[in-house]
């Protein structure tokens, strides 16, 4: 977790911050929701996680916050909010200062709005058959088959970024909260052999976001503290 300094704080968050208590979000290690543990760290504002797992996503307790039984979720007061594109937007535009939408005209936020939709719909739809093949062929004998269709879809889709990153060090020309998206994606495709190394930019992407202190705050805050 973060908490704001007055130097780090984008001028128009200062007041906000002093009066909002903590939001707090919903996660598991290395999930999609990581992206919005990103923002946050982008954000500098102060916030608490709490840890999820398989399990307790399950339980009357977290259905009663996210029916969808998924992870993230974000409360914040009286607002229980879930969906990525949702919690990403919503956080984007409570700071607008730190532009993760957008310069504020209509065409920032389309073109934020579009790389967030194509991960969101398309990239991360891409990856379910490879985390849980059994969901759309019970039969085990199909599952490496299934994971390996996949994974060659997801390689279609990386190609895209790829080529739109070429000469762009943010999917946009400038850093949004898709960008913490894509690398939460690109994670993935590494951990699960999607088959990255000929992308060169997204190998530089990554590089380049390995190396951002945020990044490395919520990796850190995720991985490092088993008992949260
Ligand atoms: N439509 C949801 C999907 C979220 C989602 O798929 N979350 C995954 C982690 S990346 C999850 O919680 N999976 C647990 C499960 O499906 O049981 C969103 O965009 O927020």
Known sequence: ????????????????AATRKPMKLYFFVGACSLAD?????WLKVPYDTVRM?????KTPEYLAVNPAGTVPALVDGTLSLTENIAILGYLSDLYPDAQLLGDGTPRGRAEAMRWLGFLN?????????????????????????????ARLRVRGYLDILDAQLNGRSWLTGHRTAADAYLFVMLRWAARLKVGIANFNNLLDFVERLQADEGVRTAIFDEESDVTK
Do not use: C, Q
């Not at 977790?1 to 906000?16: C, G, H």
């Open 1 to 16: 977790m973060n908490v704001l300094t007055a130097e780090s704080r984008p001028p128009n968050t200062v007041r906000a």
């Open 53 to 57: 797992n398989h399990e307790s996503i």
């Open 121 to 149: 719909s398309d990239v991360h739809g891409a990856f379910k058959p490879i985390f849980s093949p059994g969901r759309y062929l019970p039969d085990p004998a199909f599952a490496e088959a299934i994971a390996d269709a």
């Open 37 to 41: 543990h990103i923002v946050l760290e």
